[in-house]
């Protein structure tokens, strides 16, 4: 089988994704053979990156994605332009750096849906550039989600077997708890019923995490719970679904790499990503669960207090992209 061309998105120019998009490339070798990559951004900042900190790896620069060669041990990189690298500050928000962070995610969503591409990885993305820029996207999952006019999607923290989807990524607390009622979380239940399907998962077993201490204890620590996950529960077991819980977040995670659960529905950011962490530091890849295209992206953030540093680790990246080409086949093979 041919091998799937892979979207990667270079993210924020002021962060760390150029380094480790070079990196990777030039570290891992081993991806050439499950992939032809095209990296999506600016040339200019690649060539600027890839010399200061000496990675020296080979580059063919297009300007359309026809023009891309694929030579092995070489990356194409379509140059998108939009960052000025004459007045490129690294670790500094700046609103162009993040309009084009944005306009590369919505390019590389516009390739994978007219099937230019096979699937996209990106490097992180910086809120607050974005939002300086004029956007009030949280990240590339509503950037893409809106882009593909999806209304139901989700974020799953893949490491090894631990399955975890978000039942809220970027927003307050305050607004996390507000979200647990019955509908949103039937609706996050089904998501990862079909997901965990399209990963040849015939009978997933979804644990769904408590939000308060001990699950609410019956209502004596929160009532969230008791108005919101069970009542959920219920009603996605009968529509067949293998729900169990509210399970206490201070166990769920552990019973789950230990293959009692083939994902847990977290119900707010750090929930989950405290424990993917803890147990899967700088491997843990995000899939984005609902769309018609495949997109993975890396765990962690633009890390600008390192970035232009030559110290970023690139292994997680790595892992994104493996995880993509991987998804990719199994999609052109119908088992996705």
Do not use: W
Request: aromatic residues 6%; contains cysteine; glycine residues 10%.
């Amino acid at each position: 089988m041919t091998k799937p061309i892979i979207g990667i998105t270079m993210g924020d120019a002021a962060g760390i994704g150029p380094e480790i998009v070079l990196k990777s490339f030039r570290h891992h070798p081993e991806l050439f053979a499950v992939c032809r990559p095209l990296v999506m951004g600016s040339a200019a900042v690649m060539r600027f990156y890839d010399d200061q900190l000496k990675t020296n790896v080979p580059m063919n620069v297009v300007s359309s994605p026809a023009d891309a060669v694929y030579d092995e041990g070489a990356i194409d990189v379509l140059d998108l332009g939009l960052v000025d690298v004459a007045k490129l500050k690294i670790s500094f928000i700046d609103p162009e750096v993040g309009r084009a962070a944005v306009i590369y995610t919505q390019e590389a969503g516009r390739m994978a849906m007219d099937g230019t591409i096979d699937a996209i990885v990106s490097a992180p993305l910086n809120k607050e550039a974005m939002r300086a820029a004029g956007y009030p996207f949280e990240g590339a999952t509503q950037i893409l989600g809106e882009l593909t006019g999806s209304k139901r999607y989700g974020m799953i923290l893949i490491f090894g077997q631990l399955r975890i989807m978000m039942l809220t990524t970027h927003v307050s607390l305050r607004k996390a708890c507000d979200a647990v009622t019955r509908e949103k979380v039937l609706s996050m239940i089904e998501l990862a019923d079909e997901s965990l399907k399209t990963f040849g998962i015939a009978k997933p077993r979804i644990a769904v995490a408590g939000l308060n201490p001990h699950s609410g204890e019956g209502g004596l620590f929160g009532t969230e719970e008791q108005t919101g996950s069970i009542p959920a529960i219920s009603d996605a077991k009968a529509r067949g679904i293998d729900a169990i819980g509210p399970v206490p977040a201070d166990v769920v995670f552990l019973k789950a790499r230990d293959g009692q659960y083939d994902l847990v529905l977290a119900m707010f950011h750090d929930q989950a990503n405290m424990a993917s962490k803890l147990l899967g530091f700088g491997e843990v890849v995000t899939l984005l669960a609902g769309l018609p295209i495949i997109r993975t992206s890396v765990g962690h953030g633009t890390a600008y207090d390192i970035a232009g540093k030559g110290i970023a680790d690139e292994l997680n990246l790595v892992c994104a992209i493996k995880a993509a080409a991987e998804f990719a086949v199994l999609k052109k093979e119908g088992k996705q």
